[in-house]
């Protein structure tokens, strides 16, 4: 069994600029373009005009740029960072015979945070993730393509697009596919897949498989599970509180707004819509229905509706923890952009607060910064035996109005 990955001061102060996944495999990775670098000016009017440039800053083997077969184009770098892992940088969707529209600065992992139900132990599995990363077979990136051994893009068929029944004619039918990025983790018995697919659609579906080993911990009845002949072994149940941070720069760093939308009227024939607006750093939670969206101010679609990508997190366990675990009080995150904010929880980085419930200290939001939690409750299984079967957690992140119409 491995020994669960402790963190020390000297890999907690990994750098941001010169990443690499193991000490022994070191690659240059270009440094990420500072918060205020030029990224093109964005159109404020229709979608047929230019609203951010194409070509992502980076050279290879860290760009991907790939074209779906419904003409979709996805560009973005990536980087492995010591102490978040693996990092997407510049992300930039083109819809099919349209003009390309930034959507993402940065994405990464920004903690794994794994308490068990009896009480202990309490793990903060990122803040050295980088240093784990095992390198790739060909069998781990089915028809891929490895990048610097730790690092697969590939693509996979994600089903049906669309499907309608048209009179006296063929269905309108089409298949949709995915881009796919993803690196794998050996944390302790843990073996975390940590991956992002992008979607012809245009939509971001950020995940984290877990698989590899169960940790073999025993408990009593009330916090465990039988595992194995009988009902002599209890295997702890517990849970994975996985954080994303998501730094959206929707064509370009300026004019971006979070907003909250509700749907009173339960119990009633009718539902109103209510939209809340974040002026400042602020948390929520997740409520049947509810559902955010970072929009862009200024620029429009040819309907002349405002650009933007939703949020749904619907599928969290919903942890709370003690007091001394205030960052799992809340799903979301809405924070301004601070370079030493780097984690959800044991941040590393020097005079800055150490978890994410601290970022949110009132500050006015210009540049803003999401943290997205999602929580799955992990009791084990007879099926769960050794090598344990991926389970997987995570959101989706949508296109609203980026086009006018369906982008096939």
């Not at 940065?106 to 993730?129: M, W």
């Not at 004619?169 to 992002?196: C, H, I, K, M, S």
């Not at 907003?259 to 009633?268: K, N, P, V």
């Not at 803003?368 to 299984?381: E, I, K, M, Q, S």
Request: overall charge neutral; proline content about 8%.
């Amino acid at each position: 069994m491995f020994l669960r990955l402790t963190l020390s001061c000297a890999l907690l102060a990994g750098t941001l600029t010169a990443p690499q996944a193991a000490p022994a495999q070191a690659a240059p990775i270009p440094p990420l373009p500072s918060p205020g670098a030029p990224s093109g000016a964005p159109a404020e009017t229709a979608e047929t005009t230019a609203a951010q440039p194409a070509t992502a800053p980076c050279n290879a083997p860290y760009r991907i740029d790939k074209t779906l077969p419904n003409g979709a184009r996805w560009q973005l770098c990536w980087e492995m960072r010591n102490v978040e892992g693996l990092t997407l940088t510049r992300v930039v969707y083109t819809p099919r015979n349209q003009r390309a529209i930034a959507v993402l600065r940065s994405t990464s992992l920004a903690q794994i945070h794994v308490p068990y139900d009896r009480g202990r132990p309490r793990y903060h599995d990122i803040g050295s993730l980088g240093y784990t990363a095992i390198p790739l077979r060909a069998a781990d990136c089915p028809l891929g393509e490895r990048r610097e051994q730790f690092v697969c893009v590939t693509t996979r068929a994600r089903g049906h697009a669309y499907l309608k029944s048209v009179p006296d004619q063929p269905n309108l039918t089409a298949q949709g596919r995915d881009l796919v990025v993803f690196a794998a983790f050996q944390v302790g018995w843990y073996t975390y897949l940590a991956e992002w697919a992008f979607s012809d659609d245009g939509a971001i579906t950020p995940r984290v498989g877990a698989t590899g080993s169960l940790a073999g911990f025993t408990t009593t009845p009330e916090h465990g599970w039988p595992i194995g002949v009988g009902d002599d072994r209890f295997e702890a149940s517990h849970t994975h509180n996985i954080f994303w941070r998501l730094d959206f720069d929707v064509a370009g760093r300026a004019d971006d707004v979070v907003e909250q939308y509700d749907f009173s009227g339960s119990g009633t024939a009718n539902r109103r819509l209510e939209r809340t607006t974040f002026g400042t750093e602020a948390k929520a939670v997740s409520r049947p229905m509810r559902w955010w969206r970072v929009v862009d101010r200024k620029v429009r679609n040819a309907d002349g509706h405002r650009v933007s990508w939703e949020i749904n997190n619907s599928d969290s366990a919903q942890y709370r923890g003690p007091a001394d675990e205030a960052f799992t009080r809340a799903d979301l995150y809405v924070t301004d952009y601070r370079s030493c904010e780097r984690l959800a929880s044991v941040n590393p980085t020097p005079r800055c607060a150490k978890s994410v419930d601290r970022y949110t200290n009132g500050e006015r939001l210009t540049d803003p910064v999401l943290w997205v939690n999602v929580g799955y409750h992990h009791v084990p299984r007879d099926e769960d035996a050794d090598p344990m079967p991926s389970h997987w957690q995570g959101f989706r992140i949508t296109p609203r109005d980026v086009t006018a119409k369906n982008p096939y």
